[in-house]
């Protein structure tokens, strides 16, 4: 299987253009062109406030990153997930946004999660946390 779940933050670095850290940048790219993507609505929705607020992105340019995504596996978020990620963000001490992220892989039956926002190699469930700057694991 080829297949992820991609976070914002991996997003974002592929969007990157002035990245001080271009091997992040590179490897981010590298990964959205071969790899099966899938996010969520909640994906889209932050990377849209990063490219406009962090990356200077204007409103059209970052428009058309989030049209891309909306082409891949995009996961939308029920008000049963938000509950559901709300609980196992108290049962895991993470943030209910990482928690939200989980979920929705999960709900994609996603096994791997690409980020570098939870601890490299951790299994929540089915879902096992991939931080793929230091190790890919579907290489």
Known sequence: MNAAFFDTNIVAYAADTAAPDVTKRDLARQLMQTREI?????????????????????????????????????????????????EMSSRHNISHWDGLILVAAQRAEMEIVYTEDLNHGQAYGPVRVCNPFVEDFLA
Request: proline share 2%; charged share 15%; aromatic share 6%.
């Open 38 to 86: 899938t996010t969520s609505t909640q994906v889209m929705m932050e990377l849209y406030q990063v490219l406009r607020r962090k990356l200077a992105y204007g409103a059209q340019a970052a428009m058309e990153w989030i049209q891309t995504l909306q082409k891949d596996n995009v996961v939308t978020v029920s008000p049963a997930d938000v509950i559901h990620a709300i």
